[in-house]
């Protein structure tokens, strides 16, 4: 066997991958929220904020490295979802799954497939929008010229409908990361029953904060409209 | 749960004559059961009734019929070996049941494991995992050394045992929404490389184990944990853990 075929082309490597670029992903969540958090102290807070993310050397850098986890994790899961059903050609009559696993765990594709729709969607909406047009005004605080991305965000969170899908969204990914936290543990063989509770309740609560954070900053800013 | 009156079921059972042909759902009516029958002496009351009217018997696997020798397999009701924990087929009992029930009766599903006929697959894939590294090469004839020469860490002892209590049944494959067969494998990695007389060829073992489960076209584990609670010896979690890392620090060894 070629040298290292075996870290990177099988059954158990994959799901290590899918693993370790699902962990990256679930702390670059928690700068992404922190940084939307910011919006709660207000426009040149959050401005100032975005300017930073969009400007710090190391944070460029990790954009490609974000996109690459993004990619790997996304293109790994379909690849690993076919094999998956290959694997069983003639399925059951009848199957009591409830018996002996939980939903989000079985419907990892579902759960990651509504997340991908809103990512593709949130990334016109925002990532776009800020980077590549000049659609938001800008104006100068201290010497500095920021873009006025807390008004493209907040005037979004006008809009009822794309609110509501913000949130189902946020609550597809709650599900995903439910089983996603504790199950990237399991594949990497960081895990075993002395462990197992404190990690299945570390990521359930993880995935609520994530959940209820994200959406609050919707929701509020909905009822709230930012001038 | 039901009382000692005899039972009378409805089974939807499948039926199909060889490997390359269609198989289908069929609908039996059978009658007088005692719920302190075995699912398989309903069977065999089954097939008794089938042969008096000139039809032809439902085929299926057993053999030791007390749950060690990992024989039996079935689909019932949806799980594999049925509802029940810690059980194999032949150790579930018609009082699970009540009278009037339907019951579907499936074989074991996984492209790894085509059936033969009827209810019986061809779980020789799961040997072929096993011969690719579930073994030791110690020498044990001649002058064998005193068990107690090697010191064993009773809490590594008991892991091994408790792995090694695995019977291949496949029932982890059967009801694995992705028909990976991690589980068995990792229960025969672990009853070796927790043991001193293991450890020696843990390295290849899980390499080569893996490499034919890949083969043989098992699915990926997505750690659903459907698994460990079918399991009729409860085998845990912990083994495909303990194989993952035996696995990827083996691999990037190579």
């Known amino acids: ?227 | 749960m039901s009382s000692n009156k005899d039972m009378d079921l409805l089974l939807k059972i499948w039926r199909q004559a060889d490997a390359n042909s269609k198989g289908e759902l069929v609908d039996y009516n059978v009658t007088g059961i005692s719920p302190d029958s075995s699912f398989l002496e309903m069977l065999d009351v089954l097939n008794e009734q089938l042969v008096e009217k000139g039809q032809e018997p439902v085929v299926f696997d057993h053999d030791c019929r007390e749950g060690i020798c990992g024989m039996c397999s079935l689909f019932i009701n949806g799980e594999a070996h049925g509802p029940g924990d810690q059980i194999t087929t032949c150790q579930l009992h018609m009082r699970s049941f009540n009278d009037g029930d339907t019951i579907y009766i499936e074989p074991f599903r996984a492209t790894a494991m085509p059936v033969i006929k009827d209810l019986v697959v061809d779980r020789s894939s799961m040997d072929k995992i096993q011969q690719a590294g579930g073994y030791v090469s110690v020498n044990t004839s001649g002058n064998t050394q005193d068990a107690n020469a090697l010191p064993i860490p009773k809490a590594d002892a008991d892991a091994a045992f408790d792995a090694a209590t695995c019977i291949g049944c496949g029932a982890c494959i059967a009801t694995c929404k992705n028909a990976s067969a991690m589980l068995f494998l990792s229960a025969k990695v672990s009853q070796f490389a927790l043991l001193p007389q293991g450890k020696v060829e843990a390295a290849d073992r899980v390499k080569n184990m893996v490499r034919v489960m890949d083969e043989e076209g098992f699915g990926n584990c997505t750690n659903t944990g459907a698994c460990e609670v079918e399991c009729p010896k409860g085998i845990s979690l912990d083994n495909i853990a303990r194989m993952n890392r035996e696995y990827l620090s083996a691999s990037l060894a190579d």
């Open chain 1, 1 to 227: 066997m070629s040298p290292l075929k075996g870290f990177f082309n099988s059954s158990v490597a994959r799901k290590f991958w899918m693993a370790i670029t699902g962990l990256f992903l679930i702390t670059f969540l928690l700068v992404h929220l922190g940084v939307n958090l910011v919006m709660f102290a207000g426009k040149d807070a959050f401005n100032q904020a975005t300017h930073f993310m969009a400007t710090n050397p190391l944070i460029q850098v990790m954009q490609y490295v974000l996109a690459a986890g993004f990619l790997v994790h996304i293109i790994m899961g379909i690849k690993l979802t076919m094999q998956n059903k290959a694997a069983r050609s003639v399925g059951y009559a009848y199957e009591n799954a409830a018996a002996n696993s939980s939903w989000s765990s079985r419907n990892m594709i579902i759960s990651g497939g509504l997340v991908l729709v809103f990512l593709i969607l949130h990334m016109r909406n925002f990532f776009y929008e800020m980077k590549f047009t000049e659609n938001i005004g800008t104006y100068t605080l201290d010497g500095v010229v920021l873009h006025n991305d807390f008004l493209l965000v907040s005037s979004l969170f006008t809009t009822w409908y794309y609110v509501v899908i913000y949130v189902l969204a946020f609550i597809a990914l709650g599900i995903h990361l439910n089983h996603g936290f504790q199950s990237a543990f399991q594949s990497a063989g960081w895990k075993n029953s002395n462990w197992k509770g404190l990690m299945q309740t570390v990521g359930t609560v993880f995935s609520a904060i994530i959940a209820i954070g994200f959406s609050a900053i919707a929701i509020y800013f909905f009822l709230n409209p930012a001038q």
